[in-house]
């Protein structure tokens, strides 16, 4: 899967390097597959001036059909999938929130963070504990999240890493 930023567009390609599917959407930027459901999502690229505050949510196997799902923040840019696929966890380039996603439901919880912006840039789920990690690029962190049972994100503990991490 590639997501062409200029374009508008995400890209599938088979493992003969063959294209075998696209899908328009507004500046696409990072990407999530679905551990276990036939699901890809994505976010959206820094370069977005305005984007909506919405992801996309597509059928992995041919992306037809791309739902625009609402995650109620600005700018979002960061996201990851736990292994047990059972939320989707989307971080703001803008203000300090997240958004726990249950994928099936399409609801979700906000987390407001405390403290100066960090522009969340990247997120990843860890396999095989309920830690949710980020990159606040202004700060200079990496920020850990405990995951709730509601899909939220409770703040834990941070790292200064020095600047810009991604």
């Known amino acids: 899967y590639v997501s062409l930023i200029s374009e508008n567009t995400v890209l599938k390609f088979n493992a003969n390097n ?14 999530a597959v679905h551990p276990t459901e ?7 690229s820094m370069k977005a001036v305005n984007p909506p505050q919405r992801i996309g949510m597509m059928p992995r196997s041919d992306l037809s059909a791309i739902e625009q799902v609402d995650v109620f923040l600005d700018r979002p840019h960061a996201i990851a ?3 047990s696929g059972d939320a989707v966890y989307v971080g703001s380039l803008a203000t300090n929130q997240l958004m726990g996603l249950n994928p099936d439901t399409q609801r979700g919880e906000l987390t407001p963070l ?15 504990t309920n ?8 700060t200079g962190q990496l920020l850990f999240f405990n995951r709730e049972d509601n899909g939220a994100l409770a703040p ?3 790292i200064t890493v020095g600047d810009q991490p991604w």
């Open 38 to 44: 036939d699901y890809l999502f994505a976010a959206h």
């Open 131 to 138: 830690t949710v990690v980020g990159t606040g690029q202004m």
């Open 81 to 83: 999938i736990p292994s």
């Open 18 to 31: 063959e294209l075998v599917s696209q899908a328009a959407m507004e500046a696409p930027g990072l990407l």
């Open 156 to 158: 834990d503990t941070s």
């Open 114 to 128: 405390s403290g100066p912006t960090h522009v969340m840039v990247q997120m990843a789920a860890s396999p095989t």
